[in-house]
């Protein structure tokens, strides 16, 4: 594995991959890809922990039913993750800021709660991304360490020790709403915990 893909370097000013935390070390759980049928059960972690989270939602798989309330309701965000998750960067500028702007009507047309928040799918922008994004005043968010959870079904363990091994303060940590990711979500944030870390949103 190369560390690279773990850990993101941006050079982009406008674009967040951590947090300013004085004084206390802290680190934000983000959570890609949702809502999903894992959804409830994360919550449940998250509330046995008391630790907030920020999740990026494709907006074509939000409906009424979604327990987005519970979400808000428990003091996470809700970020914008696009419509359907195509590449943003195959796109047009017009093409881009018709699906940020989209999948954000849908989200607050359904939550009642202003979408501030937008993490590009596949982590992939451009500058017509970054300029569709500040047109509809969203901040843009990568993230400092990438857990490769996608990747390791059989291997939930493997996701904590990515994060583990590069965890530092202020990182934005990318996950997703996956069933491996809830089975490793326990031990991560009992393990950060234990480092001295506390968990903040964005
Ligand atoms: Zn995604």
């Known amino acids: ?12 000013s406008s674009v967040l991959t951590s947090i300013k935390t004085q004084p206390q070390k802290s680190v934000v759980l ?17 509330k046995e922990e008391n630790v907030p989270a920020t999740f990026f939602w494709q907006s074509r798989l939000l409906y009424e039913s979604r327990p987005w309330k519970r979400v808000l309701e428990e003091g996470h ?37 202003k979408v501030v928040y937008f993490r590009p799918p596949f982590g992939q922008y451009n500058a017509h991304t970054l300029s569709a994004a500040k047109a509809l005043n969203l901040v843009p968010v990568m993230w400092r360490i990438s857990s490769m959870d996608w990747e390791l079904k059989n291997n939930p363990d493997q996701i904590i ?8 303060d202020g990182a934005i940590i990318l996950l997703h709403e996956l069933q491996q990711t809830l089975e490793a979500l326990p031990t991560l944030i009992k393990t950060i915990k234990s480092m001295g870390y506390t968990f903040r949103n964005l």
């Open 30 to 46: 983000t959570f890609d890809d949702g809502p999903s049928s894992v959804l409830d059960s994360i919550l449940d972690v998250l």
């Open 1 to 12: 594995m190369n560390n690279s893909r773990v850990v993101y370097d941006s050079n982009d």
């Open 77 to 113: 965000q809700i970020g914008t993750h696009s419509t359907k998750h195509v590449n943003l960067t195959n796109l047009s500028y017009e093409e881009q800021y018709k699906d940020l702007a989209q999948s954000v009507a849908k989200i607050e047309a359904i939550t009642r709660n």
């Open 161 to 168: 020790s990515y994060v583990i091994d590069h965890i530092e």
